[in-house]
């Protein structure tokens, strides 16, 4: 079964280095999203991209934090200086089609970063 | 946006079957009901999607009334290994999923 890869599994950084986490998406996927956790609490989402730009976004996702897809097959999630707010497992997802009628996200095993 | 109401927790025991029930109130005409199941440090994972009435797959029945204010995610036979969160989504056409609390299921032997 096609499954989104995520990498790294874990992720230290110290607050203010910039970290990029990485994502392939399901090929045939047109949808990408990034969503995350903080542990104990919720899935909180950050951003849906499609056809290279933002479709939308969350107010976490502030200026700190940039998405871009530099290939045909990576999708990847930048934060430029991290904060300790920002230790939380992040989640990449991706869909076939839009959100709408009976679509569905398919997630990765996550990347959980840890700010010190 | 349609929001969702669903119990915090619950227990059951192996063998039982498990009913969670989520309220949606506003859920507009268009909208599908979707159930995920989330594992400690594991994405969610999609269990079942339904618009109406009842959808059965492999792993869960979602019982939808006919005024689609509320559904039930039916487990039959929970084993251990379905400890989990569950998660009940409204998908409000053109918004993003939002996740709620979930109920958090636990399985006792």
């Known amino acids: 079964e096609p499954e989104v890869t995520q990498t790294p599994s874990h992720q230290v950084t110290q607050m203010g280095q910039e970290v990029i986490l990485r994502c392939v998406p399901i090929?045939?996927?047109?949808?990408f999203y990034w969503y995350r956790q903080i542990l104990g609490q919720k899935v909180e989402f950050l951003v849906s991209f499609y056809n290279n730009e933002i479709s939308e976004k969350s107010e976490i996702f502030d200026d700190q934090f940039s998405v871009e897809r530099p290939d045909g097959s990576n999708f990847t999630l930048k934060i430029r200086s991290t904060k300790l707010e920002d230790s939380a497992m992040y989640f990449c997802?991706?869909?076939?089609?839009?959100?709408?009628?009976?679509?569905?996200?398919?997630f990765g095993s996550g990347t959980q970063l840890s700010v010190l | 946006l349609a929001k969702t109401t669903q119990p915090i927790s619950m227990d059951s025991y192996e063998g039982q079957e498990v009913n969670i029930t989520c309220s949606h109130n506003n859920i507009a005409t268009n909208d599908y009901i979707t159930w995920y199941q989330q594992f400690p440090s594991q994405g969610p994972r999609f269990i079942i999607q339904?618009?109406?009435t009842k959808v059965t797959n492999e792993v869960a029945s979602l019982f939808i009334p006919a005024d689609r204010k509320s559904s039930t995610l039916s487990l039959p036979r929970v084993s251990l290994s379905d400890t989990a969160v569950y998660y009940c989504?409204?998908?409000?056409?053109?918004?993003?999923?939002?996740f709620g609390p979930g109920t958090r299921l636990s399985v006792l032997p």
């Open positions: 997802a991706s869909s076939e089609a839009g959100l709408g009628l009976d679509e569905k996200l398919f």
């Open positions: 090929s045939n996927h047109l949808y």
């Open positions: 989504l409204v998908d409000n056409y053109g918004q993003n999923f939002v």
């Open positions: 339904g618009y109406k």
